[in-house]
Every structure is written in C-alpha cells, then in structure tokens.
C-alpha cells in the first residue's frame, strides 16, 4: 500500500515539474501588437518587396516605350576586302582590265524618327496602364498580406488561450488528486478513487503538450509571414476576448467598391480598348524621318593617312499608306474585339462569385456570433457545475466521476468559446480583404 502510494505521488509530481512553465526574462521577447505585426510584414516580406519590384519594373517598361517617340541615332562601320577583282573589257580585242580596290571602308550614323504614327502614340497610353496595372496587384498583395497576417496573429491568440484551457485543467486534475490523495491517507476514500484521480492527471498531460505544440508553430507562421528570423522570441499582445467589440459591432457596408480583383478588372478592360484603337491605327498612314551621314573610302594598302574619305548624306521622309494586307489588320480587329467581350464574361462571373463570397463571410460572421453568446452561458453554466462537483466531493456527497464530467464539460463550453470568436475574426478579415481595405499604419 505504501509503495503504490509512493509512486503514484512520485509520477504526479514529476508530471507538474515537466509541464511547469519555463522561467524567461521579459526582456527576451518582443511584445508585438497587430498594429507592429502587420507594420513588419509589409515591410519585410519577400511577397511585398517583388511587388514593389514589378512596379519598378513596368515603370522601366513605359520609359522605354516613350523612347520610340524620340529619334533614334546609330553608328555603323563596315569593312570590305575584295578577293577577285571585277574585270572590264574594252572593244573586241579580248583584253580586260581589273577595277576596284583591294580594301573598301565605309562607316557614318543614321538617324530614324517617327513622325505621324497613331498606333505607336496609342501603344504609349497601354504602357501606362501596364504600371497602373502593377500598382494595382501590388495593392491586392498587400491587402492578402493583412488577412494572412491578421489571421497568424488570432491563430497565436487562439493557441495561447487554448493552452490556458488545457493547463487549468491540468492544475485541477493535479488538485483534484492531492485532495484525493488526502483523503485516502486518513482511510476516507478508495485506492480505485486515488487512481482515478492519477489516470486523470496522466490523460490530461498529452493535450497541454500539444496546445504547447500548436502555440509554437502559430508562433513560426507569424514570424514567417512578418519576414523576420524564426529564432526571434515574440509575444502578441491582449488575448481573444479583446475582439469581442469587434464582434458586438454591426456588420455593414457589404459593397465590393474597394475589391482589388475588380480593379485590375477595370484596368485590364481599358487596356483591351485601346488595343482595339491600336488594332485601328494599324489602317493609318504613318510617316517617318530619316537622315544618314556617311564617309567611305577605297585603297589597296592600309595607309590610313593617305585614303581619301568622300563623305555624303542624305536626308528624307517616308510614307507608308496600308492599302491591302489579305485581311489581316480586320481579322485582328476582331479578335481584339472578342478579347474585350471574353474579358467582360470573366469580371461579371468573377464578380458574381465574389458577391458570393461576400454573403458567405457575412453569414460565418452572423453564426459565429450566435455561438459566441451561446457560448459565453455555457461557459459560466459550466463553471459553476464544476464548482458544485468539487464542493459535493469534498463532503462526500459526490463522486470523481461528476468532477470529471463537469470538467469536460466546462473544457469544451470554453474551447468553443475562443474558436467562436477566432472565427468570427477569420470571416472578419476575408470580409476586410474583399472589400479591399488597407492598412493605414499605427
């Protein structure tokens, strides 16, 4: 009888050292807010910075469709040596003679620079877009970033008060069985009772050790997702029942105005019409300016001082009026126009699914606040059944199995509690990102 009791003491009491918490100074981690976390991430992240990065360069892209716009000036040389002389007769005599030099040099520049060209000035108004275009995605990633980021951060707050269930009701499996353990020493309980009460201790170490589990890989996903090194000690500020304003808040203003998605719509739609103004300007004239200045020179030494360099340019205008090409600038007319109309095909069935989207979010947002409040009278319902269940047996007038009952029941009651409101802040943040709202800094 005393060895069981000795080693049931022995094995709970190196339970409670291993699940007690590690001691770490406060200056070791860094206490974050939603506020700092979402700062850091659109700042750090490598998903923001290519974004930037593609801003940078179509803007690269549009200065360089500009230059057409400007003349266009290249040098060129030439070197030419001859192999077999031409050979030139005179009369019948049969007799020739060779013509032409051994060497032959040529170099100058050119000069080339449209005059009307609507197309090419049309095509300038797409480059433009195409940075507008890119401002735009960049946005959208920025806007995705702050649900991922928002959501890492509830997961950690999830976590962290998930483990405070797991770890209270550890603390009272523990009391619970000192009490037991009480009890059984002045005779007033069973050994099954004391038993029991150990088993209970033993069954409720697994799921603090996972809570623990989950609370780090929240941990990781949020440093991952804010771009710092995953060694950094962090800590997130306020806890789950901090949002609960939020929840008690209407829920408005369901309007798809600021949708990134719809945007880039929008952009890309105007691109495609005035693709199909390029597509037209390909039936124009269009006129060009050209110029070259050239020096040549011919000798069968290479004496460069003695050669005679002849300069001459010439400078003039060309015109180019499309009369015929088989069909094919009003065939690409047409697939220009089919582009156009396959585009607004796609924004009204996207459209269509985001508004589904929407209503979907919104109805999440209505069910977890219903379960939120059921929730929070289950919570204090279960807590007091608790209490009642302990207090019974401490009189003898109830058993372990009623305290094990009423702590289940109160575990889960405040489980459900924080994944209400962890889902409610899920839906809450998608809501935000269809909706296109931004993060403006602290």
């Not at 860094?30 to 850091?40: M, N, R, Y």
């Not at 050994?191 to 033993?202: F, G, H, Q, R």
């Not at 069968?300 to 015929?324: D, E, M, Q």
């Amino acid at each position: 009888m005393n060895l069981t009791k000795t080693l049931l003491t022995l094995s709970v009491t190196a339970s409670v050292v291993l699940l007690a918490p590690a001691r770490s100074s406060a200056q070791d981690k860094t206490l974050l807010t939603l506020e700092d976390a979402l700062e850091i991430a659109l700042s750090e992240n490598p998903t923001i910075k290519i974004a930037d990065k593609e801003i940078e360069k179509t803007g690269y892209a549009k200065k360089g469709t500009y230059a057409a716009l400007y003349p266009q000036i290249d040098a060129s040389a030439a070197y030419q040596r001859t192999i077999k002389k031409q050979v030139m007769y005179f009369g019948d005599s049969g007799q020739g003679m060779e013509v032409g030099m051994n060497n032959s040099w040529n170099g100058g520049f050119n000069l080339s620079m449209p005059v009307v060209n609507v197309g090419l000035w049309k095509s300038l108004k797409i480059s433009a877009m195409d940075v507008e275009l890119a401002v735009e995605k960049a946005r959208s990633s920025r806007i995705d970033m702050i649900e991922q980021v928002s959501n890492a951060y509830c997961a950690v707050l999830l976590a962290a008060e998930n483990h405070k269930v797991y770890k209270e009701i550890y603390d009272n499996a523990v009391e619970n069985f000192s009490n037991v353990k009480q009890k059984f020493d002045v005779g007033k309980v069973s050994e099954y009772d004391l038993i029991s009460a150990e088993v209970t201790v033993k069954n409720a170490e697994p799921n603090v050790y996972d809570a623990e589990n989950n609370l780090r890989i929240a941990h990781w996903q949020l440093k991952a997702l804010m771009g710092v090194s995953l060694d950094m000690e962090i800590e997130c500020a306020g806890n789950l029942k901090d949002y609960e304003t939020v929840i008690s808040g209407p829920i408005d203003n369901l309007s798809l105005k600021g949708n990134s998605t719809m945007a880039q719509f929008e952009i890309q739609r105007r691109q495609l019409d005035k693709m199909v103004e390029v597509t037209k300007a390909s039936n124009y004239p269009t006129l060009n300016l050209s110029g070259n200045l050239q020096w040549s020179a011919m000798d069968n030494t290479y004496k460069f001082g003695k050669y005679r360099w002849t300069p001459y340019s010439t400078a003039g205008l060309s015109l180019n009026i499309p009369i015929f090409a088989g069909g094919k600038r009003r065939f690409d007319l047409k697939q220009a126009r089919v582009d156009v109309e396959t585009l607004e095909l796609q924004r009204l069935n996207t459209e269509r699914s985001l508004n589904v989207e929407v209503l979907r979010q919104t109805s999440l947002m209505q069910t977890s606040k219903r379960q939120l409040e059921a929730a929070r009278s289950s919570v204090d319902q279960a807590q007091r059944g608790y209490d009642i269940a302990v207090k019974r047996y401490e009189v003898g007038g109830g058993t372990l199995l009623e305290i094990n009952d009423s702590q289940l029941a109160l575990s889960r009651a405040m489980l459900t509690l924080n994944q209400s409101i962890y889902n409610y802040m899920v839906a809450h943040n998608a809501l935000d990102r269809l909706q296109g709202k931004e993060f403006n800094g602290k």
